[in-house]
């Protein structure tokens, strides 16, 4: 099962894409409900723009928008939609008097908006695609158009939907400000559905939808009612769901399995590779997507590489490090790690250098791989693995948030803070759950590695 992650197919906490499968059951069973999407954050926040949390007539709730702090309160103003069929832009944080009230005590503001999709039933085909006379009684001409408003209602997320489930890339445009409020389009490299409304609104928030959708990053935007690039008029905000990351692990070791599972937990889609048949096996990585038994320079040569893929080499044998690390290090892969004592390190530099890597590709390998966090286990090895690779691509300073001081959730490049006192120190309660997860209850995978090797 796929679970909510931080980077890419599972980005943020709770997006749409981790609803998506009650979101799908209940659009196939008829069910009305309400999406709540985080849209905008200020100051410090548990969840970023984007995470979502659901609520069906039935009162079942999937997803959460702050992890706890709000949850009550904007499960009430769902229902509410649910019951109106408005939809709703709602904020919570402290510089609201009703701040403490809902419980959001971290110190941030979070701006939603709340999207009903009303119960969905059966309609005749002259109910829906045959305009009424236009001698009818207005209140007739009402009921029609309310009738083929609730037909194509959710018609965007109902695309989307569909998208996810194949990986396709796509956006979901949703207005949240001035009349459209709650109106929404999909929109693909080549092709849309749906509308706000309003047509100069929709050519500029479908142009930059495409523009965030390629660098796969999803924003506010604001314009003016007739699609004008204004910052104090109608918010748009654009979710981008882009196919996972990818997650290259060369070595088919114990560290590897445990690798591969908090992998798939950060939301990528992991491949194992490694050249011995009698290791590099879905048996022994069930975890997995893909088991490559193959050179490891042999496969990289031929696998998808991004700017948002990530390069494990565990492999602790120069006839297949240096080659892999000659390529990873010339491709544009995010992060690019290998396991390995100092002297090991030093070594392989060497080596490195003596195949003509540059100096300035050698800067961006990270060995020996992983923060310091004293880790002995596999497992232990694999979170402070994982804990570089998300600071990497956030540029948090890697130390106890009570010795630093500033936003504990930084913006993506802004640089972190370390110089000041932390208000909290909540944040690291996380890695005794994550060496749970990763723990394979079936016994650790055969194999051998050790960084310190």
């Given at each position: 099962?796929?679970?909510?992650?931080?980077?890419?197919?599972?980005?943020?906490?709770?997006?749409?894409?981790?609803?998506?499968?009650?979101?799908?059951?209940?659009?196939?069973?008829?069910?009305?409900?309400?999406?709540?999407?985080?849209?905008?954050?200020?100051?410090?926040?548990?969840?970023?723009?984007?995470?979502?949390?659901?609520?069906?007539?039935?009162?079942?709730?999937?997803?959460?928008?702050?992890?706890?702090?709000?949850?009550?309160?904007?499960?009430?103003?769902?229902?509410?939609?649910?019951?109106?069929?408005?939809?709703?832009?709602?904020?919570?944080?402290?510089?609201?008097?009703?701040?403490?009230?809902?419980?959001?005590?971290?110190?941030?503001?979070?701006?939603?908006?709340?999207?009903?999709?009303?119960?969905?039933?059966?309609?005749?085909?002259?109910?829906?695609?045959?305009?009424?006379?236009?001698?009818?009684?207005?209140?007739?001409?009402?009921?029609?158009?309310?009738?083929?408003?609730?037909?194509?209602?959710?018609?965007?997320?109902?695309?989307?939907?569909?998208?996810?489930?194949?990986?396709?890339?796509?956006?979901?445009?949703?207005?949240?400000?001035?009349?459209?409020?709650?109106s929404q389009v999909a929109v693909w490299p080549d092709r849309t559905m749906g509308s706000s409304?309003?047509?100069?609104?929709?050519?500029?928030?479908?142009?930059?939808?495409?523009?965030?959708?390629?660098?796969?990053?999803?924003?506010?935007?604001?314009?003016?009612?007739?699609?004008?690039?204004?910052?104090?008029?109608?918010?748009?905000?654009?979710?981008?769901?882009?196919?996972?990351?990818?997650?290259?692990?060369?070595?088919?070791?114990?560290?590897?399995?445990?690798?591969?599972?908090?992998?798939?937990?950060?939301?990528?889609?992991?491949?194992?590779?490694?050249?011995?048949?009698?290791?590099?096996?879905?048996?022994?990585?069930?975890?997995?997507?893909?088991?490559?038994?193959?050179?490891?320079?042999?496969?990289?040569?031929?696998?998808?590489?991004?700017?948002?893929?990530?390069?494990?080499?565990?492999?602790?044998?120069?006839?297949?490090?240096?080659?892999?690390?000659?390529?990873?290090?010339?491709?544009?892969?995010?992060?690019?790690?290998?396991?390995?004592?100092?002297?090991?390190?030093?070594?392989?530099?060497?080596?490195?250098?003596?195949?003509?890597?540059?100096?300035?590709?050698?800067?961006?390998?990270?060995?020996?791989?992983?923060?310091?966090?004293?880790?002995?286990?596999?497992?232990?090895?694999?979170?402070?693995?994982?804990?570089?690779?998300?600071?990497?691509?956030?540029?948090?300073?890697?130390?106890?948030?009570?010795?630093?001081?500033?936003?504990?959730?930084?913006?993506?490049?802004?640089?972190?803070?370390?110089?000041?006192?932390?208000?909290?120190?909540?944040?690291?309660?996380?890695?005794?759950?994550?060496?749970?997860?990763?723990?394979?209850?079936?016994?650790?995978?055969?194999?051998?590695?050790?960084?310190?090797?």
């Open positions: 099962m796929q679970v909510g992650g931080l980077f890419g197919r599972r980005e943020g906490v709770a997006p749409v894409r981790d609803i998506a499968d009650a979101l799908r059951r209940w659009r196939a069973a008829g069910a009305a409900f309400a999406v709540a999407t985080v849209v905008e954050v200020r100051g410090s926040a548990p969840r970023q723009p984007g995470a979502a949390m659901a609520v069906a007539a039935s009162g079942e709730v999937v997803g959460s928008v702050s992890g706890g702090c709000v949850e009550g309160a904007v499960y009430e103003a769902a229902v509410e939609a649910i019951r109106t069929g408005v939809p709703a832009l709602e904020s919570y944080g402290i510089s609201d008097d009703d701040a403490f009230a809902v419980g959001l005590t971290c110190g941030g503001i979070i701006d939603l908006v709340i999207v009903p999709y009303p119960a969905r039933r059966p309609f005749a085909a002259a109910e829906v695609n045959v305009d009424p006379p236009a001698q009818m009684d207005p209140r007739v001409h009402a009921e029609a158009d309310e009738q083929r408003r609730q037909r194509r209602a959710g018609d965007a997320l109902d695309a989307v939907l569909a998208a996810l489930a194949t990986d396709d890339t796509v956006a979901l445009v949703t207005v949240v400000g001035g009349g459209g409020l709650g409304g309003v047509a100069g609104l929709d050519v500029a928030a479908v142009d930059d939808a495409r523009g965030l959708l390629a660098a796969g990053r999803s924003g506010l935007r604001r314009y003016g009612p007739r699609g004008q690039r204004r910052p104090d008029a109608i918010g748009v905000f654009v979710q981008s769901f882009a196919p996972p990351p990818r997650m290259l692990v060369f070595g088919a070791i114990d560290y590897a399995a445990a690798m591969v599972r908090l992998g798939r937990f950060l939301g990528y889609r992991v491949t194992v590779c490694d050249a011995r048949p009698v290791f590099a096996t879905a048996r022994r990585f069930p975890d997995a997507d893909e088991v490559v038994c193959e050179r490891p320079v042999a496969f990289l040569a031929r696998a998808a590489v991004d700017a948002r893929t990530v390069i494990c080499v565990l492999t602790h044998d120069p006839k297949f490090d240096i080659p892999v690390l000659c390529a990873a290090l010339r491709s544009p892969a995010h992060y690019v790690g290998a396991m390995g004592s100092r002297r090991t390190h030093v070594d392989r530099l060497r080596r490195l250098r003596a195949s003509g890597v540059a100096e300035d590709a050698l800067a961006r390998l990270h060995s020996p791989i992983g923060l310091d966090l004293g880790s002995r286990t596999p497992e232990e090895t694999a979170i402070s693995i994982a804990a570089e690779i998300i600071q990497s691509r956030w540029g948090g300073s890697g130390r106890p948030l009570r010795a630093t001081d500033g936003r504990i959730h930084a913006d993506h490049g802004e640089p972190p803070n370390p110089s000041e006192s932390s208000e909290s120190s909540e944040r690291v309660e996380w890695v005794e759950p994550l060496a749970d997860l990763v723990a394979d209850p079936r016994g650790r995978a055969e194999g051998a590695g050790r960084q310190d090797g």
